[in-house]
């Protein structure tokens, strides 16, 4: 038998694999290809569920659902989207427009019938595998939660070292007209009573990168005492907090020098230059992250992070 040959224009079905044990537990979401040049997840993911079904891995309680390919016109074109990103604005819509809301219109049902969510990513510049968890417990109204304690453990025990937070209230301080935007699968899945974490697990392409999601897979059954596997210890060394967004306001804003996620900066230092001349500093000693050497007017063109 041939492999199927789907066009990108047709998607081929949503594939879900779920694995229910015997005995009652956490419902664990697994996520791949939310963004499809992203091919860490749908590999690792693969290779999970055939340990599943052969019995490498046994699951003893709870039951876990697999989602290789979430979104399989863009993994299917190789690109970051399809349509549009898939991991902004999420939301259902009773008359979907593009292909990104008729995948929202399977995944948010899918999202609010789970537990925690584990949505697998990797990214286009080269760096550690970082993870990225949700608010502090609050009751505030852009995002308000109980469940940081718990998810942070999550995140703590996938096996990478750096723990990201500050996501949606650096996003809606930075985008005051479209905060929604900020909502992807981890908010959507917070805003539903679940907790649920962003694993980016390396540059695209590296090979490196399935084997940090295969081993997130693990980890992430074993710590919710899913599987046989060892629970495993906290692993997270460097705790991270995005403090603001800089906003491209023309296509001639640059970057001063080509910086990668995570790399330090000094109160003060300047980051990039607008078309203005206006130079865009760092405002306190922290990290430079998501700088975007191709910003469109609108776009994030770098965030700021400090230590926590
Ligand atoms: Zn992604």
């Known amino acids: 038998m041939s492999d199927p040959v789907f066009d990108p224009a047709a998607p081929p079905p949503m594939e879900l694999i779920r694995f229910s044990a015997l005995s009652p537990g956490p419902r664990l979401l697994i996520l791949g290809a939310v963004h499809g040049n992203e091919p860490c997840g749908p590999t690792a993911i693969r290779r999970a569920v055939d340990d599943v079904r052969g019995g490498t891995i046994r699951l003893l309680r709870g039951a876990v659902t ?3 390919v979430v979104n399989a016109k863009a993994f299917l074109q190789n690109t970051r989207e399809g349509d549009r990103n898939l991991n902004r604005d999420l939301h259902e ?8 809301e008729r995948v929202a219109n399977l995944l948010c049902p899918l999202l609010r019938t789970h537990d925690a969510l584990l949505d697998l990513h990797s990214f286009k510049s080269h760096g550690e595998p970082f993870v990225f968890a949700g608010p502090d417990n609050n009751s505030g109204p852009l995002e308000p939660f109980a469940l940081a304690d718990a998810e942070q453990a999550f995140a703590a025990a996938l096996g990478v070292d750096t723990l990201l937070r500050g996501w949606l209230d650096t996003y809606a301080a930075g985008f005051p007209d479209h905060p929604t935007h900020g909502v992807g699968t981890t908010e959507y899945m917070r805003y539903h009573g679940g907790m649920a974490v962003t694993l980016e697990c390396g540059n695209h392409l590296d090979p490196a990168s399935p084997e940090v999601a295969y081993a997130a897979i693990r980890n992430a059954l074993a710590h919710f005492g899913m599987s046989a596997d ?22 001639g804003d640059a970057l001063v020098k080509p910086w990668r996620t995570f790399d330090r900066v000094t109160a003060g230092e300047p980051v990039a230059v607008r078309a203005s001349g206006e130079i865009l500093a760092a405002p306190a000693d922290g990290y430079v992250i998501f700088p975007n050497a191709a910003p469109t007017p609108g776009a994030s063109l770098f965030y700021i992070a400090v230590d926590e």
């Open 66 to 68: 697999f989602v290789p």
């Open 93 to 100: 819509s009773v008359i979907p427009r593009d292909n990104e």
């Open 230 to 251: 060892p629970v495993p210890a906290p692993g997270v060394t460097r705790r991270i907090r995005l403090t603001k967004v800089f906003v491209a306001e023309d296509a």
